[in-house]
C-alpha cells in the first residue's frame, strides 16, 4: 500500500512535468503540438550524448538537453507553426510528420537499440518494501520545482501575465501592448525545454529508444484531455490521476496493461465530459 | 498640428468595405465623439487605429504616420483604448488585467495603478476578484484601467455605456471628463447613445454606413433637424 503510494507519487511528478510543456503550448499557442514526444526523445538522447558519451557532467547534460528542446521549439515554431497560422490540421499533419522523422534521424545518428541511461544519482533507498532509486525521487523532486517555479512565473511577471492574457483574448492582449509573436515564441521554446528536461528523466526511468516519444505524448494528451486545457494546478492533479490509475493498475492487475486504461479513460472522458474534468481553456 | 489626423481611411473586413474614405482629426486636450448606429464601422475605425484592420489611407499620432505601425508599438506610443465588448482576461484577477495593460508601461506602475483606483475606489475593492464574476460596469472599469496602465496620451473607448445602467454612465461619463481636466488626456470615444455623446463631447463626428455624413459642436449638430431626428431621436 505504502509501496503504490510512493511510486504513485514519484510518477505523478514526473507525468505533471511531462504534461505542462503540452498544456502551456496548447493554451497559449491554441496549437495541438503532436511533435511534442520528440522533444522527450531529443532531450534523452542530447543527455545520452553529452553527459555519457562526452562524459561531460550530468547537470550540464540536463542543461544540454534543455538547449537542444528550446532550439528544437523555436524552429518548430518559426518552420512550421507560424508560416502554417490558423490551420490546425496542417499543423497537426506535418507536426506528428516531424516527430517521426525525429525519430528516422535518431536511428541514423545512435542506431535502433535502446540505450541505458546512467542514473543521475546512483543508489537505491528501500521503504517498506519499495525499491526507490535516488535518480527517480531526484526527477521527481525537480519536477515539482520546475513546476513550482512556473507557476510563480505565469502568475508574477510580466512575460507570465502577458502568456495568460494571450490564452485568454488575444485581442485584450494585443491592445495591452502585448506582441503575441513574442510571447509565443517564448512559450515554444520553453515547452522545448521542458519537454526535453521531462525527457531525461522520462527516460532514466525507463530506457532510452528511437520511439519513445509516443509514450509520453499519449501522457500529455490523456492529461489535457482529463483536465481540460487548464491550469498549471488542474494539470497537477490529473497527473496524479493518471500516475496513480498506472501504478494500481501495474500493482492489482497486470503490469502490461497500464497504459490501456489511460487511453480507456481519454475515451470515456472524451464521451462523458468532452470538455474534461476542469475544463476551460486559459492557463 | 491636431494630435491624432486620419486621412482617407478605407477599411475592409474580407471583401467587404467597412469604412469609406474616412478623414478625422483630433486636437489635444479635447473629447471627440463619433455617433452612428450599429454596424456602422464605429469599431472597425478605433480597430483601425490601433493597427487591427486591413486599410488604406493614413493615420497619423503627433505627425509620425503609424499607418504600418504594430499594434505594441501605438500602444506604447501613447494610445489607450477599451474595445466595446472590453476583452478583458476573464479568470485574471482585477489587478493582474491592470498589471498587463503596464506591460509596455513598467516604469509607470505605481503611479497608474495609483490613479486608477483613485478613479474608480470599487476595482480597489475587488483588486482580488476574477472578471469573469464582475458586472458590466465593473468589466467597463476595468477596461478603461487597463487602456490606462500603458501610460497613454490619447484613450480610445468604443461606447462605454453600452448596457450600463443610467447611474454608471452618469460615472463613466464623469471619469472622462476628469481624465481630460486633472490628468491632461484626450478622449476620443464612439456612441450609439447620443445625448450622451452630446453631453461629453465638444466635437462630435457622425458615422453612417462606413462614411462620415455630418460634424460639429453639440449645438450645431442638435440644430439640424435632419440629424436631429435621424441621429438624436428628437425633432
Redesign the interface.
Known sequence: MLQVLIQGLLLSGLYALIAVGFTLIFSVGRVLNLAYGAYLLIGGYAYFYFAQTLGMPKFAGVLMAGIFGCVLGLLKFQLIVKPLKGNHVAIEISTLILAVFLQSTVIFVFGDSSKILLPIIPGVERVAGAAIPFSNLFAAIASWIILLSLWWFV?ST?MG??M??VS??A?????????ANRVNMFTWGLSGALGAIAGVFFASYTQLYPGMWVAPLIIAVAVVIVGGIGSIIGTLIVAHIVGFLEILTSAYIAPELRGVFTMLLIIVILVWRPSGLFG?E?L | MAMLDIKNLNAFYGKAQALHDVSLSVEEGSIIAIVGANGAGKSTLLDSI?G?TQFTGDIHLDGRSIASA???DI??SGVG?A?ER???????TVR?NL????????GDISRNLDMVYRLFPRLKEREKQETSSQSGGERQMVSLG??L??SPRLLIVDEPTIGLAPKVCLEIAEVLKRLRDDFSLTVLITEQNANFALSLAEQVQVLESGQLVASGTPAELSSDERLAAAYFGHA
Open positions: 502568475r510580466h501575465r502577458a495568460q492574457a485568454m483574448d485581442k485584450g492582449a494585443a491592445i495591452s501592448g502585448v506582441d476551460r486559459e | 490601433m487591427l504594430r499594434t505594441r500602444v506604447a483604448y474595445p472590453f476583452n478583458l482576461f476573464p479568470y485574471m493582474d498589471m498587463v495593460g503596464a506591460y509596455t508601461a513598467r487597463r487602456a496602465m500603458s
